[in-house]
């Protein structure tokens, strides 16, 4: 019998390599990719619409949700750097971005947190510990 591929997300890191930023993670939600489709119906297509995938590839984004210290300068205006996530296992994903939002709320006698995206450019390095 196959042992589970399923895995708890207790334990993941967000390292970012320049401007060094650290946060108390409570949620990641990983950049997903996309794909894009190209037209390629003609006048003499017939019952159905044809597509052929595009070229490029789009990470897109990744978001997470960090206990929110007001006395952390988030890296907003600095320029794309090397982000490493690392998962429980020990699997990363590194790429190069950039914090593109970062939105801290502070709810009536509720804990702290922000919001912050982190916006994909070019490809992501997937490194297996196995």
């Known amino acids: 019998m ?10 993941i890191t967000i390292v970012f390599g320049t401007s060094g930023f650290t946060a108390e993670i409570t949620d990641v939600t990983p950049p997903g ?3 894009g489709k190209v ?3 003609h006048q003499g297509t017939t019952n159905f619409k044809t597509f052929s995938p595009e070229d490029l590839v789009e990470w897109g984004a990744a978001e997470f949700e960090i206990n929110f210290n007001p006395d952390t ?3 907003v205006e600095a320029v794309p750097e090397t982000v490493t996530i690392t998962f429980p296992a020990g699997t ?4 190069t971005g950039w ?12 804990l702290m947190v922000a919001t912050v995206g ?11 510990v196995s």
């Open 2 to 11: 196959a042992s589970p591929t399923a895995d708890l997300s207790h334990g």
């Open 33 to 35: 990719a996309e794909r």
């Open 39 to 41: 037209d390629t119906s």
């Open 73 to 75: 300068d988030p890296p």
């Open 92 to 95: 990363t994903w590194a790429f």
């Open 99 to 110: 914090m593109s939002s970062y939105k801290p709320q502070a709810p009536h006698l509720d």
């Open 118 to 128: 982190l916006e994909i450019t070019g490809d992501i390095v997937i490194a297996n």
